[in-house]
């Protein structure tokens, strides 16, 4: 979602997504011109007229889970976000029941809250399991 | 003549000439639309929208909440062509 309008979308699409991208945008690209949905959602800088990059991940009931904002000069990371959508739906699936520690990926060690975890996440959960 | 700019990330917009550039102190007014600027909060349900958008070769029109049962990324950019 930016402020250009969908003609400058498809545009952008015609001209130069489609040499990056074979099949085209495979999301709908929104228009907010005006900056009113960007304005709801804490984005949108008045000053300079558009959209910051903020990136919301909605879960299914449409509440919010987490938010990334960026100021315009840096790109995102798309693999973290996938990771933490991955963790996100993880954690709802188990029921709230389990949790996932820092660098957490599919596969990886879940950790399941609980009295008996309690001081001793030092004994299952090691600080290299960060890493990948 | 018209005076050159440099191409940046942030596009670069109109406003009304005799306009206060960006970076003067706010006025009062300014200052109140902040308070009411963001409804956002983590575990809080997000504000339903409505937008235009540009969908495979079609023009169509998006709630937010026609994607209630799915997960949703909603993302942000400063604007078509800005290079990153």
């Known amino acids: 979602m930016s402020i250009d309008s969908v003609f400058v979308h ?3 699409v ?5 040499k990056m991208v074979k099949k085209g945008v495979p999301y709908p690209m929104l228009s907010d011109v ?3 949905v960007g304005t709801a959602y804490g984005v949108f800088d008045d000053v300079a007229g558009v959209e910051t990059r903020g ?20 790109g995102r990371n798309v693999s973290e976000s996938i990771r933490q959508l991955q963790a996100f739906q993880h954690v709802r699936n188990s029921g709230g029941t389990e949790a996932t520690p820092s660098g ?12 008996d975890l309690v001081g001793n996440v030092w004994k299952v959960w090691k600080t290299e399991m960060e890493r990948d | 003549m018209a005076e050159e700019i440099k191409a940046g990330c942030a596009r670069p917009t109109g406003g009304l000439v005799g306009e206060e550039p960006p970076g003067d102190k706010p006025t009062e007014a300014k200052e ?21 958008g540009y969908f495979q070769g079609k023009f169509i029109n998006v709630h937010l ?20």
């Open chain 2, 65 to 84: 909440s026609d994607y209630l049962g799915k997960w949703v990324l909603l993302c942000f950019y400063p604007g078509d062509f800005t290079f990153v």
């Open chain 2, 32 to 52: 109140e639309k902040k308070e009411v600027k963001s409804m956002i909060m983590i575990g809080r349900k997000a504000p339903d929208f409505m937008a235009p």
């Open chain 1, 34 to 36: 005006g900056g009113k």
């Open chain 1, 55 to 74: 990136r919301f991940i909605i879960d299914p009931d449409g509440v919010i889970q987490g938010y990334e904002v960026l100021t315009p000069p840096v």
């Open chain 1, 14 to 18: 015609d001209h130069e997504i489609s």
């Open chain 1, 10 to 12: 498809k545009m952008w």
């Open chain 1, 104 to 115: 957490w990926r599919p596969g990886k060690l879940t950790l399941k809250p609980g009295p």
